[in-house]
């Protein structure tokens, strides 16, 4: 392929951003923020119901970030995409409220459904983020958030795109036990994506899952060492009350030229992480 010299057609990719016009400064804002930098490609997965204030109506929950994908594409230079799930947090909510976990797993199931449709229609390019608690739950909680992760790791099998996971902090150990469940799906390893992974980017670390790194210098250095294949995401928040959480919108693409003009990384490795590695996941 034909590498030009000239950076900016490098498609700088972030692989979960979040935007919200409601708790903070909206996706156009947050768009041309991330293209000012050099950012070119954003990927959006829909921020949990109760930011939103859509109760538990998971259509609309979902619904709302293809309005914002469509807008972004519509007025930035952006190329935006969205992913469509339900947040693991969205099980412990229901039964917080009281509802059965029977019920509740079923309530999921039905969202994670209308998910899949997204993808089948076009509108979305994978399902996400999905997954179960960074913080601490009772068994019979795990269990049935393990049994949505591998029902989202089914769907996205059957409609051929990838799925994002929001987990704990994960090492080797989470990576073979995930590897496991999409075995179980039948749904290519590689099409499983590792929301907001530390460095693991060797084979006998992510057992042919693809990591999305948290784009902190730190990170990507030990990433881009170790040389398997990544995506990197800043997890932006898009949240007035909480600025800069998780890192802020400009920092991908910010991180990526830092790299290559300290050459900690080259042009083609920039390539690789922006270009080839997200089409070989998104098909995009």
Not at 86 to 106: D, K, Q, T, V, Y
Not at 113 to 119: C, G, I, K, R
Not at 152 to 180: D, I, K
Not at 258 to 265: A, S
Request: aromatic content about 6%; glycine content about 8%; overall charge negative.
């Amino acid at each position: 392929r034909h590498r030009s010299s000239d950076r900016m057609d490098i498609p700088i990719t972030d692989n979960h951003i979040h935007v919200d016009p409601v708790n903070g400064e909206g996706p156009v804002a947050v768009a041309e923020k991330f293209y000012r930098a050099g950012g070119r490609r954003m990927i959006i997965p829909n921020k949990p119901s109760w930011t939103i204030n859509a109760g538990t109506d998971y259509h609309k929950t979902m619904d709302t970030v293809l309005g914002y994908v469509e807008m972004i594409n519509r007025e930035t230079e952006v190329e935006a995409h969205a992913v469509v799930g339900l947040h693991p947090a969205e099980l412990s909510r229901l039964l917080e409220a009281g509802r059965e976990i029977e019920r509740a797993e079923e309530m999921i199931r039905d969202g994670l459904e209308y998910a899949q449709s997204l993808v089948l229609e076009g509108r979305a390019v994978a399902i996400g983020e999905v997954g179960r608690p960074h913080y601490p739950v009772s068994e019979e909680e795990l269990a049935a958030h393990n049994r949505l992760m591998v029902y989202a790791m089914e769907l996205a099998a059957e409609a051929s795109c990838p799925v994002q996971l929001h987990t704990e902090s994960s090492g080797p150990e989470e990576f073979r036990e995930f590897a496991g469940m999409a075995e179980r799906a039948g749904i290519k390893k590689h099409m499983v994506i590792k929301h907001f992974s530390g460095p693991f980017t060797a084979p006998e670390e992510n057992h042919g899952l693809t990591p999305s790194l948290i784009a902190s210098r730190e990170v990507v250095r030990d990433g881009i060492r170790k040389g398997g294949p990544f995506l990197m995401e800043t997890d932006y928040l898009d949240d007035i009350r909480r600025p800069g959480a998780v890192l802020g919108p400009k920092t991908v693409p910010r991180r990526t030229l830092e790299f290559i003009n300290k050459g900690i990384f080259t042009e083609e490795d920039a390539y690789r992480i922006h270009e080839e590695t997200v089409e070989r996941v998104y098909g995009i």
